[in-house]
């Protein structure tokens, strides 16, 4: 990307950024007031200059979490060893550093994260943007060992959202002190995720599996496991 297209994918983001601040803002004041003239009016913009970035209100409140994302990648880009970073490292920044982002916006979170984001009848665009990032830490980490990289596929990822949305649906009834336990959470968990992706464990557990599988007949007669075993061995 040449200077010229940075700034103004720079601009952009920074226009959306504080079009986002005040909406959000507007919105919690008094929902009926929320409309795309009186966000221009508070910007001081022409709500022409709202609807290049977004085409009706819907679209800016839709746009919130999607825009998180985008934000913590400017900001990676900032950060001159970030490709240094272990899988661990890079996933609890990003966890704690959009736990940050909504810190600011706590009341809107509290209000829209439910609605926009769980109970959406479809994958909301920001499932799309996490998803899209934890492939891009995964697949660029060499310390992945081989068997663990058997997992990274869609629904390994599908997994690995939800699990941030429930952090973040922790954090939002968590009372301790500047969100410790959201902080403990996504620590624990990302060493844990590090844990089983950079060593060999599955490989070990796969052979203990199949030895069990083929010398103790007793393993094989537990419903669900001999559904597995015979997949396995099959």
């Keep these: 990307m040449n200077q010229e297209s940075k700034n103004n994918v720079d601009a952009s983001l920074g226009d959306r950024i504080a079009i986002m601040q005040e909406a959000t803002k ?13 966000l221009a009016k508070r910007l001081e913009v022409d709500s022409a200059d709202i609807y290049a970035y977004y085409p009706n209100k819907g679209a800016i409140l839709d746009g919130y ?3 998180l994302v985008e934000r ?3 900001m990676i880009d900032e950060i001159d060893n970030f490709r240094e970073y272990d899988l661990a490292e890079k996933t609890s920044n990003f966890i ?3 736990l940050d982002m909504m810190m600011e916006d706590r009341a809107f979170v509290e209000e829209t994260f439910e609605s926009r984001v769980l109970n959406t009848s479809s994958d909301p665009p920001f499932q799309d943007e996490v998803k899209s990032l934890f492939k ?7 310390k992945i060992a081989s068997s663990s990289q058997l997992l990274m596929q869609d629904l390994f990822y599908d997994f690995l959202v939800q699990q ?5 649906s922790f954090w939002l009834e968590d009372s301790s002190e500047d969100g410790e336990k959201s902080m403990a959470y996504a620590d624990k968990m990302t ?6 992706m ?5 490989d070990k557990g796969m052979d203990l599996f199949k030895f069990m599988a083929q010398n103790d007949k007793r393993f094989t007669r537990i419903p669900i496991l001999g559904t597995i075993t015979r997949k396995i061995l099959s």
Excluded at 26 to 37: A, G, I, K, N, W
Excluded at 191 to 196: A, I, N, R, T
């Design 72 to 74: 913590y990648r400017a």
């Design 136 to 142: 891009q830490f995964f697949s660029k980490d060499s």
């Design 164 to 168: 941030y949305f429930q952090i973040i």
């Design 26 to 38: 507007l919105y919690l004041e008094e929902e009926s007031r929320f409309t795309v003239p009186n």
């Design 96 to 98: 704690y550093a959009t």
């Design 191 to 196: 060493s844990f995720l590090q844990e089983v």
């Design 198 to 202: 950079y060593t060999s464990v599955l």
């Design 65 to 67: 979490y999607p825009l």
